[in-house]
């Protein structure tokens, strides 16, 4: 899977219900994984998610 740059809007899957959640931008890339922060509130999170529990949405909202 191709990396994603900084500034991507992206949905994570959710470890709850295991669906995709929208409302997070990617903030920057590592070897581990993304750091996203939640375009709501402009907050970091404090985790790094892997890359297969984030994909990128297009400006439609729709998966690309």
Do not use: C, I
Not at 42 to 51: E, I, K, R, W, Y
């Amino acid at each position: 899977m191709e990396s994603l740059q900084p500034g991507t809007d992206v949905e994570v899957r959710s470890s709850f219900d295991k669906d995709w959640k929208r409302g997070f931008t990617v903030e920057d890339a590592s070897e581990q994984g993304y750091h996203l922060r939640r375009r709501s509130d402009g907050s970091v999170l404090p985790a790094t998610f892997p890359a297969d529990v984030v994909r990128p949405v297009d400006l439609n909202g729709l998966l690309r």
